[in-house]
């Protein structure tokens, strides 16, 4: 018999929009020419290229010239930092980012400081939230970039990107946001000016893996970051992943029709599973903000577990979830995004998220709740730590 899966891991990857694959299939056989070339096979490539472009750029309120086809959401991090920090080292080398962001953003600046850049990295609230006075207490007139998530991955926190932004854009700095996790699932918006750079991920949102999106605001100076043929105006060589980008476009259109229907969905389901479960399983906490939070997102510190032999059992019923960004999975120690709210690293080993997605039904999270409160229970009875606070605390 088949084990039954429930899949609680949207913030890692998502599934597949099944008319995105449809449309992608044509482009891997009737339609495979190269869209660089010139005859008229490639046509339908390329003519399905600019048509995603489009309706890419329409989702955030883009122009398409501005919107620039990537490898994934890492690349157009990279890229967007990288290679603006070059194009405007004249005017100064200081870098505002902030303890929370992803790795290819963490990373990213990390490299840069080697090449003699200073970067400032902002602390959050207890929250998560990077406040807007916090960030213009660091702004210096060598500041020439600030890069902040929209929301965060592990913890579900939205941040207050339109206020950080026109903070930044006033003062004639660069404002580039790691929107991965919130494109598809938040209102965003280009429109009026005060977003220079936005990187995106096709797979967060029903898409294929291996494609995202950079936008660039159109007098931003971006140099190019492959180098070799002349694709995506000569910033991004390379041919393109065709079938890739129009399954991109398909999933963003098919996403965004049911953005507001999904998110109220979402949000009510995600409401009832943390409620059960700081009802019913003690010595718990919810990590990240209460009220500023991605709808389908849930994420807890439990006490005296370790969270990766909660996902290995949990597996075994086939319930998948995660300790937190996919991207970290098998490192010993605590999330950099739970230190830097200030948990202790005794709390934050016994991390797990929990993120729901557009298939998740209310009867899958009763059936991972039971499941946990069993394998939670069965793990502190084995632990002497755990048996000593719960007599004292009267729980035993």
Known sequence: MEKRIIYLDNAATTPMWKEAVEA?????????????SQYSLANAGKRAIENARKQIA??????????????SGTEADNW????????????????????????????TCEALEQDGYRVTYLSPDEDGVISPESLERVLTPDTILVSIMAANN?????????????????RGILFHT?????????????????????SASAHKIGGPKGVGFLYVRRD???????????????????TENVPGIVGFAKAAELTFAKMKETEARERELRDYFINRVLSEIPYVRVTGSA??????????????IEGETVLIMLDSDGICASSGSACTTGQTEPSHVLTAIGLPEDVAHGAIRFTLGRETTKEELDFTIDRMKEVIGRIRAMSPCYAKFAARDGKE
């Open 178 to 198: 790691d929107a991965v996790q919130a494109y598809g699932k938040l209102p965003l918006s280009v429109e009026n000016g005060e977003i220079a750079m936005l």
């Open 154 to 170: 592990e913890i579900g926190t939205v941040e207050p990107i339109e206020k950080l932004a026109r903070m930044v854009t006033k």
């Open 291 to 304: 009220t500023k939070r991605l709808s389908g997102h849930a994420s807890f510190c439990f006490q005296f």
């Open 58 to 71: 329409a989702t955030i309120g883009a122009r398409p010239e501005e919107i620039y086809f990537t490898g």
């Open 220 to 238: 931003v100076r971006l140099q190019s970051f492959l180098h070799g043929g002349a694709q995506e105006k000569r910033r991004r060589a390379g």
């Open 24 to 36: 992608m299939l044509p482009y891997f056989s009737d339609a495979f020419g190269n869209p660089s």
């Open 80 to 107: 967007a930092i990288k290679m603006a920090a070059r194009a405007y080292r004249d005017k100064g080398r200081h870098i505002i980012t902030t303890k929370i962001e992803h790795h290819a953003v963490l990373h």
